[in-house]
């Protein structure tokens, strides 16, 4: 069923990104059926953004969608599959249990600081990644990687998180 009314994607988003975790893993359960295990906020936005305007305008045609899958040529392409939750629903309420973890939150602009082995590491938490020696990273564990040469989970290297802590 398409819903005529225009959608306002930009004021959604601006919604949806306010929003917690366990609030957008329950809007995208209500859209695709199906728990979400990502932990990325901005992957969880764009689904649902995507799936509200499928559910207002349709989704896209089975020739298109044939096309895309040709251009994406089945051999490069990554396939996972998501867990299916069960997901409790009546007419007048809707329930689902999720399972949530916090998302690192940090803002963009701050300074993390470890010393490591007599240096002093110093990266810049950048919109979308961090700066560490003049370069771009997309994550802290490809920084503790380059620092100290070894495997790193980057939330312990920089004492975001403690070891064992979920």
Not at 35 to 64: E, F, M, P
Not at 93 to 112: A, C, E, F, R
Not at 122 to 140: A, N, P, Q
Request: hydrophobic fraction near 35%; glycine fraction near 6%; avoid cysteine.
């Amino acid at each position: 069923m398409k819903n005529t009314d225009k959608i306002d994607v930009e004021r959604l988003a601006k919604e949806l990104s306010v929003l917690g975790m366990p609030e957008l893993r329950a809007r995208f359960a209500e859209h695709f059926g199906y728990t979400s295990q990502t932990r990325k906020k901005s992957s969880l936005v764009k689904k649902i953004l995507w799936a509200v305007q499928r559910d207002a305008y349709g989704d896209i045609s089975d020739q298109a969608r044939k096309k895309a899958l040709s251009i994406a040529d089945d051999r490069d392409v990554k396939e996972r599959f998501p867990k299916i939750t069960s997901i409790k629903n009546s007419d007048t309420t809707s329930s689902v249990t999720l399972p949530y973890k916090p998302d690192m939150n940090l803002i963009p602009g701050t300074l993390l600081q470890r010393h490591y082995q007599g240096k002093d590491i110093r990266v810049l938490v950048l919109e979308k990644g961090f700066e560490w020696d003049g370069r771009y990273f997309k994550s802290l564990s490809a920084i503790a990687r380059e620092v100290s040469g070894t495997q790193w989970n980057g939330k312990l290297f920089f004492n975001l998180k403690k070891k064992g802590a979920a």
